[in-house]
DNA sequence: TTTCCATTTAGAATCATTATAAACGTTTGC
DNA sequence: GCAAACGTTTATAATGATTCTAAATGGAAA
């Protein structure tokens, strides 16, 4: 179930915008909200449609918010390279957006679409063999596939 | 089960193949030794042009050996669906086909988009949550991320 | 044989994503 | 304040993996 954090103030986004490093336009911003406001990983196509057709507007805001599919995807990609959010590959079909940059797993349903986190807190992992040399790990990704019961 | 072996003939391939409850055609016995002769996890692109401009050909062979592009994408779902071997999930842009089907883990350069085994022999997690009510795991894919060195 | 059913095929369609090149908006230098 | 310079956004085209479609093929069975 969805929850949304009322808690990103403009002002709020702005500065985390910043202090990654990622001037804060009113499109980035916009996309930041949504990522950041909802507990919830989203495909870019989903960011899209929730800008343009969906019910996400700001209340008092007269300009009607709508940003580009490029600018959805550019912004995305900046985002993830700024490491303002993590991408997550379960899905071949297409790229899940995670503003929960700390260490977790995951747990996907490919039947649904669902996609949830698993905390890093409970689960141990140990013996992962190091880097090839030249290499490092840049991060360990877990997903574990459900399906549903026969 | 099944085991990796180099010297897989035309008549274990067809076993293989018949004790997965798939018909051994012609396309899908060239296609299964390309993955069982090979210790290595192949994209569908590479396996289509691993037939028809690789090295693969018999020499002496007067039959020109060719699988359209739809045969190998369709044998390759059928081949997964039918267990025999397992779907990578590792590079936005492409599934991985992987003939061990026992588990085990990767480790993903995509800098150079090369995808390696890890043993499951020395990897010991715990503390994963069990599926939710109504469905089950179907597997737990794990996939070290690597990143070149600055 | 002739029929039947699965398999294969070429090519079109799809869909997420990326590239292109123009338009736009801000900042900066004067 | 004004204009060049630069980064950002945009519509649109292009890409590339994958799936779909509908026809052709081929083997098994009657």
Redesign the pocket.
């Known amino acids: 179930m969805e929850t949304i954090n009322p808690n990103h103030t403009v002002e709020s986004l702005n500065d985390l915008l910043t202090a990654h490093d990622?001037?804060p336009?009113?499109?980035?911003l916009e996309i930041a909200r949504l990522l950041f406001a909802h507990h919830n990983h989203f495909?870019?196509?989903e960011i899209f449609s929730m800008i343009n057709h969906g019910s996400h507007s700001q209340i008092n805001s007269a300009s009607q918010n709508?940003?580009?599919?490029?600018?959805v995807?550019?912004?995305l990609?900046l985002f993830a390279r700024k490491g303002l959010v993590r991408e997550v590959i379960a899905d071949?079909?297409?790229?899940f957006y995670d503003p929960n940059t700390r260490p977790h797993y995951h747990m996907y349903d490919p039947s649904s679409g669902e996609l949830t986190d698993i905390s890093a807190d409970t689960v141990q992992i140990s013996g992962l063999p190091a880097a090839p040399s030249g290499r490092e790990v840049e991060g360990v990704d877990i997903v574990v596939r459900l399906r549903r019961l026969e």
Do not use: D, F, L, W
């Open positions: 990622i001037k336009t009113s499109q980035r495909a870019a196509e709508s940003v580009s599919k490029a600018t995807y550019n912004t990609g071949p079909n297409k790229v």
